[in-house]
Protein backbone atom coordinates (compact mmCIF):
# COMPACT_ATOMS: atom_id res chain seq x y z
CA UNK A 1 0.00 0.00 0.00
CA UNK A 2 1.59 3.18 -0.99
CA UNK A 3 1.22 6.37 1.81
CA UNK A 4 0.39 9.39 0.26
CA UNK A 5 1.77 12.70 1.79
CA UNK A 6 -1.45 14.94 1.88
CA UNK A 7 -0.97 18.40 0.20
CA UNK A 8 -0.37 21.29 2.38
CA UNK A 9 -4.49 22.20 1.65
CA UNK A 10 -5.15 18.78 2.84
CA UNK A 11 -2.97 19.77 6.20
CA UNK A 12 -4.85 23.39 6.38
CA UNK A 13 -8.18 21.42 6.23
CA UNK A 14 -7.05 18.95 8.72
CA UNK A 15 -5.89 21.65 11.41
CA UNK A 16 -9.21 23.66 10.76
CA UNK A 17 -11.22 20.86 11.56
CA UNK A 18 -8.94 20.50 14.70
CA UNK A 19 -9.79 24.22 15.32
CA UNK A 20 -6.19 25.03 14.92
CA UNK A 21 -5.19 28.16 12.90
CA UNK A 22 -1.95 27.73 10.99
CA UNK A 23 -0.44 30.21 8.95
CA UNK A 24 0.59 28.43 5.28
CA UNK A 25 4.44 28.76 5.78
CA UNK A 26 3.80 26.67 9.08
CA UNK A 27 1.69 24.51 7.28
CA UNK A 28 4.59 24.19 4.57
CA UNK A 29 6.85 23.31 7.54
CA UNK A 30 4.70 20.24 9.12
CA UNK A 31 4.05 18.74 5.41
CA UNK A 32 8.15 19.07 4.89
CA UNK A 33 8.26 17.65 8.47
CA UNK A 34 6.10 14.33 7.51
CA UNK A 35 8.25 13.48 4.39
CA UNK A 36 10.78 12.01 6.64
CA UNK A 37 7.85 10.00 9.34
CA UNK A 38 6.03 8.90 6.02
CA UNK A 39 9.23 7.62 4.41
CA UNK A 40 10.00 5.30 7.16
CA UNK A 41 6.67 4.14 7.62
CA UNK A 42 7.04 3.38 3.48
CA UNK A 43 9.50 1.19 4.22
CA UNK A 44 8.09 -0.48 7.10
CA UNK A 45 5.33 -1.16 4.95
CA UNK A 46 7.00 -2.55 2.25
CA UNK A 47 8.95 -5.30 4.10
CA UNK A 48 7.43 -8.67 3.27
CA UNK A 49 4.93 -9.97 6.09
CA UNK A 50 6.54 -13.27 7.39
CA UNK A 51 3.93 -15.80 8.17
CA UNK A 52 5.21 -18.84 10.48
CA UNK A 53 4.13 -21.57 8.87
CA UNK A 54 1.68 -24.20 10.71
CA UNK A 55 3.32 -27.01 12.55
CA UNK A 56 -0.08 -28.77 13.19
CA UNK A 57 -3.11 -29.33 10.51
CA UNK A 58 -6.38 -28.26 12.25
CA UNK A 59 -10.11 -28.27 10.74
CA UNK A 60 -12.04 -24.96 10.67
CA UNK A 61 -14.52 -26.04 13.11
CA UNK A 62 -18.03 -24.23 13.91
CA UNK A 63 -19.94 -22.14 15.89
CA UNK A 64 -21.90 -24.04 18.62
CA UNK A 65 -25.50 -22.95 19.11
CA UNK A 66 -28.32 -24.09 21.66
CA UNK A 67 -27.18 -25.21 24.88
CA UNK A 68 -23.91 -26.48 23.90
CA UNK A 69 -22.75 -22.55 23.62
CA UNK A 70 -22.80 -22.70 27.43
CA UNK A 71 -24.85 -19.36 28.15
CA UNK A 72 -22.54 -18.14 25.43
CA UNK A 73 -18.94 -18.78 26.66
CA UNK A 74 -18.19 -20.44 23.02
CA UNK A 75 -17.73 -18.63 20.56
CA UNK A 76 -16.00 -20.96 17.93
CA UNK A 77 -15.05 -24.65 18.59
CA UNK A 78 -12.52 -26.19 17.04
CA UNK A 79 -9.62 -28.99 18.00
CA UNK A 80 -5.82 -28.75 16.58
CA UNK A 81 -3.95 -31.88 17.88
CA UNK A 82 -0.83 -30.88 19.40
CA UNK A 83 2.66 -32.88 19.49
CA UNK A 84 2.60 -36.51 20.35
CA UNK A 85 4.58 -36.32 23.22
CA UNK A 86 5.29 -33.35 26.04
CA UNK A 87 3.95 -32.56 29.48
CA UNK A 88 0.76 -31.12 28.06
CA UNK A 89 -0.40 -34.78 25.90
CA UNK A 90 -3.41 -36.07 26.38
CA UNK A 91 -5.14 -32.38 27.68
CA UNK A 92 -7.15 -30.61 26.54
CA UNK A 93 -6.57 -26.36 26.75
CA UNK A 94 -9.26 -24.10 25.95
CA UNK A 95 -8.04 -20.50 24.15
CA UNK A 96 -9.94 -17.28 25.16
CA UNK A 97 -11.19 -16.14 21.42
CA UNK A 98 -8.81 -13.30 21.86
CA UNK A 99 -5.95 -15.14 20.81
CA UNK A 100 -5.13 -16.05 17.45
CA UNK A 101 -5.42 -19.77 16.59
CA UNK A 102 -4.39 -20.01 12.77
CA UNK A 103 -7.96 -20.58 10.78
CA UNK A 104 -9.94 -20.23 13.73
CA UNK A 105 -12.59 -16.94 13.88
CA UNK A 106 -11.89 -13.99 16.71
CA UNK A 107 -14.06 -12.53 18.63
CA UNK A 108 -12.53 -10.97 21.69
CA UNK A 109 -15.94 -10.96 23.70
CA UNK A 110 -17.22 -8.34 21.39
CA UNK A 111 -17.48 -7.08 17.72
CA UNK A 112 -14.10 -5.72 17.79
CA UNK A 113 -12.88 -8.78 15.97
CA UNK A 114 -15.94 -10.23 15.06
CA UNK A 115 -15.36 -12.26 11.63
CA UNK A 116 -11.57 -11.87 11.64
CA UNK A 117 -9.24 -14.92 11.02
CA UNK A 118 -5.98 -14.91 12.03
CA UNK A 119 -3.45 -16.62 9.30
CA UNK A 120 -0.88 -17.52 12.35
CA UNK A 121 -0.59 -19.18 16.22
CA UNK A 122 0.41 -16.64 19.18
CA UNK A 123 3.47 -17.80 20.88
CA UNK A 124 1.23 -19.38 23.10
CA UNK A 125 -1.18 -21.30 21.34
CA UNK A 126 2.18 -22.60 19.72
CA UNK A 127 3.70 -23.45 22.74
CA UNK A 128 1.03 -25.40 24.38
CA UNK A 129 0.76 -27.34 20.63
CA UNK A 130 4.66 -28.11 21.51
CA UNK A 131 4.03 -29.33 24.45
CA UNK A 132 1.27 -31.64 23.17
CA UNK A 133 -1.93 -29.95 24.22
CA UNK A 134 -4.71 -30.05 22.14
Not at 6 to 19: F, G, K, N, Q, V
Not at 48 to 56: A, K, M, N, T
Not at 105 to 125: C, R
Request: charged share 20%; hydrophobic share 40%.
Amino acid sequence: MTIRTPSTAELADIAASLHMTLPPDQVQDYRVLMDGFLADYQMIDDLPDEVPPLRYPRAPGYRPEGEETCGNAWYWKAMVQGASTGKLHGRTVAIKDNINVAGVPMMNGSATLEGFVPSFDATVVTRVLDAGGS
